[in-house]
């Protein structure tokens, strides 16, 4: 136990990649939410077929894989940190709109913009956490940073489920998704590192 102590003493000192972990975090609980109920968000609200609504989280992947190349094009001009926060605030809004949508054809450019916020982090997050690691520790802290990622994503699937059972309504994992990524957009903004590191830059 002393020695757990003592090594959560030593990760603190590191504000900046803590912060961020926490921010992305925030994302993680709120991707974690909406994912699994695309699917679900289409055949009970929207009223499509089976193979149809799988279709709509089809469109998100898609558009997320064509998002990755302009997100790597605009983080080299803009920086990385910067482009993530759009990103992300893209993908709010994308969630908030999923939960007023009622029309295949309004559900189908949400996905889009879905897609294209999710394209940021699926591009940046690990890249991102690399500019505000110690390089001398930089394998140990992205294993951190991902360990607690993959507890968090599910965490968030376990806590909408719960809203959608509560309220008896599947529109309620994207409101929750919609507030938790707000939340990372704006914790984001306290992510700034302290001093350049060696060998990095682009926030």
Not at 54 to 81: E, H, I, P, Q, Y
Not at 159 to 187: C, H, K, P, T
Request: aromatic share 8%; with cysteine.
């Amino acid at each position: 136990m002393g020695r757990l102590r003592a090594y959560w003493q030593d990760v603190r000192q590191f504000g900046p990649m803590n912060r961020y972990i926490g921010a992305m975090s925030l994302y993680w609980l709120a991707a974690g939410g909406a994912t699994p109920f695309i699917t679900l968000y289409g055949t009970e609200t929207l009223h499509l077929t089976p193979n149809a609504a799988s279709g709509l989280f089809l469109v998100l992947v898609l558009s997320t894989a064509v998002g990755t190349v302009a997100v790597g094009l605009l983080a080299d001009r803009l920086g990385k940190r910067r482009v993530l926060h759009g990103g992300l605030a893209l993908f709010a809004l994308a969630a908030l709109a999923a939960g007023n949508v009622s029309s295949v054809d309004a559900a189908l450019p949400v996905m889009v913009l879905a897609g294209l916020g999710n394209a940021c982090p699926t591009v940046l997050a690990v890249p991102l956490l690399a500019d505000l690691l110690p390089p001398k520790r930089a394998g140990e802290f992205l294993g951190l940073g991902s360990a607690i990622w993959s507890v968090v994503q599910p965490l968030g699937s376990f806590l909408a489920g719960s809203l959608v059972d509560s309220l008896g309504s599947n529109r309620w994992a994207f409101g929750f998704a919609a507030l938790f990524m707000a939340l990372a957009v704006g914790a984001l903004f306290g992510v700034r590192a302290d001093r350049p590191l060696a060998g990095h830059s682009g926030l």
